[in-house]
T-cell receptor
Framework: ETGVTQSPTHLIKTRGQQVTLRCSSQ?????VSWYQQALGQGPQFIFQ???????GRGNFPPRFSGLQFPNYSSELNVNALELDDSALYLC??????????FGEGSRLTVL | GENVEQHPSTLSVQEGDSAVIKCTYS??????FPWYKQELGKRPQLIID?????GEKKDQRIAVTLNKTAKHFSLHITETQPEDSAVYFC????????????FGTGTLLAVQP
């Protein structure tokens, strides 16, 4: 176990809806990253938060947003869902730029 | 932008044989190269990693080699077992201020008993 937990594990939404995915980082980890993994592909970096500030972003539109809280939890929000947003969303925590510890992921299906 | 290429996409071996997966990266500032094993529906699990100041690292049946000049690194699994069957991803850490990982496209390894 990595000490990183994500919720929900599975969810189904329809196009145009909004979704919030949650992650609880390993205690003491001040950095959290979110990745999107489409079926049959490698994880793609969405963004990273360090001490509650976004400090890096991948090639994802602004409708993907996030928050990191002082209690080692974080959120990924996706607005105006599209069919292509269907994927496994992985949260990974670390201390500074050290090893990443992945959660089990949230599998999102957009119909 | 940064890119990691991984080959082969699928690999089938007989139990007991060796398996080799190769990756190349584009960002010369990358200094950390982890390998992940991902079983169906599960999270990626770190199996071995190597930093740029080391050319080779071994952990029991698994080894990784790194050639910084050529910007490629490889995973070697010896004496493969059916439980080694999974998708393997290589990754390179971004050379900037974050620990962003650029992943390869994955290799589906099937170990035939």
């Amino acid at each position: 176990e990595t000490g990183v937990t994500q919720s929900p594990t599975h969810l189904i939404k329809t196009r145009g809806q909004q979704v919030t995915l949650r992650c609880s980082s390993q205690s003491g980890h001040n950095t959290v990253s979110w990745y999107q993994q489409a079926l049959g592909q490698g994880p793609q970096f969405i963004f990273q938060y360090y001490r509650e500030e976004e400090n890096g972003r991948g090639n994802f539109p602004p409708r993907f947003s996030g928050l990191q809280f002082p209690n080692y939890s974080s959120e990924l929000n996706v607005n105006a869902l599209e069919l292509d947003d269907s994927a496994l969303y992985l949260c990974a925590s670390s201390f500074d730029t050290g090893e990443l510890f992945f959660g089990e992921g949230s599998r999102l299906t957009v119909l | 932008g940064e890119n990691v290429e991984q080959h082969p996409s699928t690999l089938s071996v007989q139990e007991g044989d060796s398996a080799v997966i190769k990756c190349t990266y584009s960002d010369s500032a990358s200094n950390y190269f982890p390998w992940y094993k991902q079983e169906l529906g599960k999270r990626p699990q770190l199996i071995i990693d190597i930093r740029s100041n080391v050319g080779e690292k071994k952990d029991q049946r698994i080894a990784v080699t790194l050639n910084k000049t050529a910007k490629h690194f490889s995973l070697h699994i010896t004496e493969t077992q059916p439980e080694d069957s999974a998708v393997y991803f290589c990754a390179a850490m971004d050379g900037g201020a974050t620990n962003k990982l650029i992943f390869g496209t994955g290799t589906l390894l099937a170990v035939q008993p």
